[in-house]
């Protein structure tokens, strides 16, 4: 289907795709000791919901229809299922026109056959980490603390040859640019700038997979690459980010450890949106609105943590602020700290830390974060909620941010 609406810019029915300028994929990356297995995939669009209104195509169902297939090998909860959020990528929300049912149920079936997949076909690796400062490729909308600083650095984590360090199989790479190369004149399908990443990746280091998932990309944005063109802009941005991910890749060194482990986590958020009513945002999108997922003023959603020997990788649903990975960074000893955004869900800004929501809340309605936002307070209540998770897979944490204390006796116990 070539003539769908394209989902991330303003509001309403706008921009309906002319044709594909580069086919859009799901990507998947399985990691498993033999007894303990985590997944990871990516679906091209502009983000989808853990559950939807109209059927049985949310990311929830995806991920229970993933471990039905490998018959209870890889548990729904150690499943993180993101979106590129390509703002040139089906609009897979509602707001921007939405997508027929048969091509809801296609995206879901194919996401979970991409998991699937991957599990069957694994063989024998060495995993190794590395990264690179990509910091001139990214910049935040706001220049005044606390919301000015930005997490520019790119992450790699790659399968190799169990007797050559050196042979590459397979990599994921995490990074924090929103997927807005090309702008809002574009109708040509195309996952912006990870999916041409990852194909370029796989052409230049002779892989047979590269998974691009984006990272914390909450109020940050790529900076503009020169070109006359869309397709020139995304062409040359894609190129410095391919560079920096050749730069972490002769980064790599070896993960430390062995231990394979996951979380999953329920939270309940009420609804505070001051600049957008809930009746209102509730006729627009296509996330279903009945309990769990709407019960009364709050919405419910999912984060997850997961740790490969000593990387401790987080998932969070929607467009978070750096400032969680930040916290995760200062008060987790971890190897590495992965941050997956738009994962499992999708519920707009994270914004964190709480005490910048007023700024941001100014800037809008010309800037869109305080639009789409659930509350003030929801990037903190998910950290704090990761927090959680962390000491539950064995990483050590002396303590919480005395703001955590809201959510302590929290009941985060999985209703579905």
Not at 74 to 84: F, K, L, M
Request: with cysteine; net charge negative.
């Amino acid at each position: 289907m070539t003539n769908v609406f394209l989902g991330g810019y303003g509001f309403g029915a706008g921009r309906k795709s002319t044709g594909v300028l580069a086919p859009i994929h799901v990507r998947a990356f399985v990691v498993s000791d033999g007894t303990h297995t985590v997944a990871f995939a990516e679906n091209e669009t502009q983000g989808a919901f853990a559950a939807y209104k109209k059927g049985p195509w949310g990311l929830t169902e995806t991920r229970l229809a993933v471990q039905e297939l490998t018959h209870g090998a890889i548990p729904a909860a150690n499943i993180v299922i993101g979106s590129d959020h390509s703002h040139s990528g089906p609009d897979t929300s509602g707001v921007w026109g939405g997508l027929p049912n048969p091509y809801m149920a296609t995206l879901r079936d194919l996401t979970a056959a991409a998991i699937a997949e991957a599990f069957n076909t694994m063989k024998p690796a060495q995993l190794l980490v590395g990264s690179t400062d990509a910091s001139e490729l990214l910049h935040s909308q706001f220049d005044a603390p606390p919301n000015d600083r930005t997490d520019g650095e790119l992450r790699v984590l790659a399968a190799a040859d169990p007797d050559d360090a050196s042979k590459i199989q397979t990599i994921l790479i995490n990074y924090a640019a929103h997927s807005t190369v090309m702008g809002a004149d574009n109708t040509l399908i195309s996952s912006d700038w990870p999916g041409v990443v990852a194909g370029k990746v796989e052409q230049a280091l002779h892989l047979d997979n590269a998974l691009v998932m984006v990272a914390d990309i909450g109020r940050t944005q790529p900076s503009r690459a020169e070109g006359a063109s869309n397709t020139e802009k995304l062409e040359s941005y894609s190129n410095l980010v391919v560079a920096k991910v050749e730069n972490a890749v002769a980064s790599l060194t070896p993960v430390h450890g062995k231990q394979i482990a996951a979380t999953h986590f329920f939270l309940r958020e009420p609804f505070g949106n001051q600049a957008l009513p809930y009746p209102i945002l509730d006729g627009i999108i296509s996330r279903n609105d009945k309990p769990p997922w709407a019960d009364g003023s709050n919405i419910g959603t999912v984060a997850s943590v997961m740790r490969i020997g000593d990387l401790l990788l987080a998932a969070i649903p929607g467009e978070g602020y750096p400032a969680i990975l930040f916290e995760l960074q200062q008060r987790v000893t971890a190897q590495k700290h992965f941050i997956f955004g738009l994962a499992n869900d999708q519920l707009g800004y994270l914004i964190a830390p709480r005490e910048g929501y007023p700024q941001v809340f100014a800037a809008s309605p010309q800037n869109d974060n305080a639009i789409f936002n659930v509350s003030p307070g929801i990037g903190d209540h998910i950290m704090c909620t990761l927090f959680k998770g962390v000491r539950q897979i064995d990483f050590a944490m002396p303590t919480d941010p005395d703001k955590c204390s809201v959510w302590a006796n929290e009941d985060n116990s999985l209703p579905f």
